[in-house]
């Protein structure tokens, strides 16, 4: 029985071209701008929420295709031999099976299945919320059938790779101009920490358990069962500390980022780091935040007024 093709007559393509390498670069480019496409939506995302430490310009997603292109191919060539290019053969035999021809919207279809075998292991490992459970499914499903589709173009529709190459930069392109326009016009507004002053920060600080700091207006400072950063942190019977000293207000630079507070307590000398306490929070409830840990990770120490 003869199958039509979409798009006009063309010979039927072969599994084995199917499993070609123009198949799996497509899929592989398609995967790297999907991770860029990510970083980037979530790095201006982060820019509107209250955050201790300035984030990264989303425009950093571009430091990110050297180590793509040199550690992520390995990971790009098994998820195509293992997920991808099985869910657009899956796709065709269910679209010349059901429908007598091919069919596009068949690969979506074909990728909920991959798609639930992944949340259902998702599920017995990591025990997310049964809304979350459910929101990764349709989610994955849509991130498979993308490099799916662009595997599928390049192979029965001749599509070429520097056209699917070409589409991949406009679309990060198209989502950093996106993002740049709304925060430019003020239709997201960025965070930026409140403006402080010695008048507004001193007073009694709380970590919301057992430490306190006290900020005299004269320039003195007590602590109480601070906890101390350590590799053990946060481990309050063998990390807090106490002592009498002094504390500063520094504005820093034109932004609010660079404001500081620095402490001098004879007790604490790890809170008496080169960075000091960053000022956070919003402008009716100003935190201090004390940074700790892995550079690139970090975690942090926060202060509340009392």
């Known amino acids: 029985m003869s199958t039509h093709i979409e798009g006009g007559a063309r010979p039927p393509v072969a599994v084995s071209e199917m499993w ?6 497509a ?13 980037e939506i979530a790095g201006f995302v982060e820019l509107a929420f209250q955050a201790p430490a300035p984030p990264d ?3 950093a997603a571009l430091l990110m295709v050297p180590f793509l292109l040199c550690f992520g191919g390995p990971f790009a060539l098994v998820a195509s031999l293992l997920v991808i290019l099985p869910t657009v053969e899956a796709a065709r035999w269910a679209s010349a099976r059901f429908t007598g021809r091919e069919a596009w919207w068949w690969v979506p279809v074909a990728a909920l299945v991959p798609a639930a075998v992944g949340a259902a292991v998702a599920g017995i490992a ?35 790779l ?16 996106i993002g740049a326009g709304l925060y430019g016009t003020g239709l997201i507004t960025e965070y930026r920490p409140p403006k402080a002053d010695t008048g507004r920060l001193a007073g009694t600080w709380t970590d919301g358990g057992d430490g306190t700091l006290r900020l005299a207006a004269d320039g003195t400072a007590r602590a ?11 481990d309050p019977a063998k990390h807090r500390c106490s002592g009498r000293g002094t504390w500063s207000y520094e504005a820093g630079d034109s932004t609010t980022w660079g404001q500081r507070v620095r402490l001098r307590i004879d007790g604490c000398p790890a809170h008496a780091g080169t960075d000091g306490w960053r000022i956070g929070g ?9 940074e700790y840990g892995d550079p690139d990770s970090p975690a942090w120490y926060t202060l509340t007024p009392r």
Request: proline letters at 8%; charged letters at 15%; a positive charge.
């Open 282 to 290: 919003t402008s009716d409830r100003i935190e201090l935040n004390y």
């Open 57 to 59: 310009d989303p425009a």
């Open 126 to 160: 990591l025990r997310p919320a049964p809304g979350t459970l459910l929101l990764c499914w349709p989610a994955g499903a849509a991130l498979l059938a993308v490099p799916a589709l662009a595997a599928r173009e390049v192979v029965l529709r001749r599509r070429r």
């Open 162 to 177: 520097r056209g699917v190459a070409g589409w991949c930069v406009a679309a990060v392109v198209a989502v950093y101009g």
């Open 20 to 25: 070609s390498g123009r198949s799996i670069t």
């Open 224 to 234: 109480d069962a601070l906890t101390e950063p350590g590799d053990t942190w946060p």
């Open 27 to 39: 899929s592989a480019i398609t995967q790297f701008t999907l991770v860029l496409l990510g970083v």
